[in-house]
């Protein structure tokens, strides 16, 4: 047999292995997580309604209550303190959540973003055990706080994962978010700029989807 015949089949073979590990690495590129954790998927799979956005826009300017908690390696939290020295940035997941995996590597770049400008926190409905799992396993970069029982869920009104809440070092709910989209994670960088009072710096949404998704819903005993 003739090399030619081969070596063609080959090369084309090693042609498709390279453009299949060429794709695997663009995806653990955006998803800097410890162990290989590959985002599940770029489609959204829950979308943000015209009520979600009516709800969390009649958050904005409402003084929340200061809750004392501990994260998941039993440092002392203080969420939505009237005498912070920074504003917070609070986001919400839900256990077992194949949407809170994809928007995850999204909020620690804008963690990274706001470093020393803005404190974030993260609060999970998952059992101090998950919780402890989900921030090694996705290497979150501030504090988890489990909250299987959602009291501080239902206290903010997060109806599903992948909301978010900004609060000023008085308490006070700057603005709330039903989810995430290029849009949504570019007004939060000018708003987090704006309260923060630091020069506003571009922010890459990387895969961020068009439409603005939201996360799988938590549930809804403690909702009114």
């Known amino acids: ?35 290989s954790v590959e985002i599940s998927s770029f489609e ?23 809750i004392q908690w501990k994260d998941v390696n039993g440092k002392p939290v203080t969420l939505a303190s009237h005498n ?21 590597p999204l909020f620690h770049d804008l963690s990274k973003q706001f470093k020393g400008a803005i404190d974030f926190a993260s609060v999970t409905n998952g059992n101090p055990e998950k919780a ?5 396993e996705v290497s979150v970069p ?8 959602e009291e501080i869920i239902h206290l903010y009104g997060a109806k599903a994962a992948v909301y978010s809440v900004l609060v000023s070092k ?25 309260l923060a009072g630091v020069p506003q710096k571009p922010f890459n949404t990387k895969y961020a989807p068009e439409i603005k998704a939201t996360g799988c819903a938590f549930s809804p005993a403690g909702f009114k």
């Open 1 to 35: 047999m003739r090399p030619v015949f081969i070596t063609l089949p080959a090369g084309c073979l090693l042609a498709c292995i390279g453009g299949i590990l060429w794709v695997q690495a663009r995806i653990r590129a955006a998803t800097p997580y410890s162990r």
């Open 142 to 149: 501030y504090p988890v706080l489990s909250d299987p029982k």
């Open 84 to 104: 912070a020295p920074r504003p917070q940035f609070i986001y919400f997941v839900l256990d077992g959540c194949p949407c809170s995996f994809d928007a995850e």
């Open 170 to 194: 008085d308490g006070h709910i700057v603005k709330m978010w039903p989810g995430y989209s290029r849009s949504m994670l570019l007004e939060m960088n000018a708003t987090m700029a704006t």
């Open 44 to 66: 959204p799979r829950h979308l943000v309604t015209a009520k979600m956005i009516a709800e969390t826009e009649a958050k904005s300017n409402l003084l929340e209550p200061t």
């Open 132 to 136: 402890m799992t989900w921030n090694r």
